[in-house]
């Protein structure tokens, strides 16, 4: 069955920097692409960036623009979402997500900025 699982958050202060990962299963990865929401207490599940997985081409939300870098490693069948200068408002958890005739969603990583 389709399988995501986000590692990497924790604690960090502003204007650090944090590495999400996202391991995937059940599907045939280079068939898919890889996307990345946030979702901040009291407020809906947001995008912040995708990968295709055509051509690697990238989106980032405003927010993300020049801060985040998405990629993804086909022989790892992994993607990864690389977050530099951190804000407080970028707390939250963080899902990575496919769509496979449905939306996918994994567990959730919790990431807390704060001095």
């Known amino acids: 069955q389709v399988q995501l699982v986000e590692s990497g958050g924790g604690l960090v202060q502003p204007g650090g920097s944090l590495s999400l990962s996202c391991a995937t299963s059940?599907?045939?990865?280079?068939?898919?692409?890889i996307s990345w929401f946030s979702q901040a207490p009291g407020t809906e599940r947001e995008a912040i960036s995708c990968?295709?997985?055509?051509?690697?081409?990238?989106l980032y939300a405003d927010s993300a623009k020049g801060r985040f870098t998405v990629s993804r490693d086909s022989a790892k069948k992994a993607g990864y979402l690389q977050m530099n200068g951190r804000k407080p408002e970028d707390s939250g958890i963080y899902y990575c997500?496919?769509?496979?005739?449905?939306?996918?969603w994994g567990q959730g990583t919790q990431v807390t900025v704060s001095p």
């Open positions: 997500s496919t769509f496979i005739r449905q939306q996918f």
């Open positions: 990968i295709s997985n055509t051509d690697g081409r990238t």
């Open positions: 059940g599907f045939i990865f280079g068939f898919i692409s």
